[in-house]
């Protein structure tokens, strides 16, 4: 806290992020679903066990959890050689 206190930083909790925009000037645009941010430098920091995925909204997505269908990754040695596909990533 006192590391970054020189910086005087805006610090945003809670809020989710709807769009960001790369503005002309280089800086980016920040909307949320309370405010407007802008800002030459966006950090994101979720800490572990913040992130939450968005599931499958789908009836039969559970049965897959974990066989076929992940959320995350613990080891990607478990894919090394494999074919796989990528959905979302934001």
């Known amino acids: 806290k006192e590391q970054m ?17 790369k503005q002309a000037d280089g800086t980016f645009k920040l909307t949320t679903n309370r405010e407007v941010h802008y800002s030459k430098t966006i950090i ?17 997505a559970a049965q897959y959890e974990r066989k076929n269908l992940y959320y995350f990754i613990e080891d990607l040695k478990q894919f090394a050689g494999q074919k796989v596909v990528v959905f979302g990533g934001g």
């Open 44 to 60: 994101i920091t979720a800490g572990n066990g913040a992130f939450q995925p968005r599931r499958l909204e789908l009836e039969s």
């Open 5 to 21: 206190a020189k910086f005087a930083p805006t610090v945003a909790l809670e809020q989710s992020v709807e769009k960001l925009e």
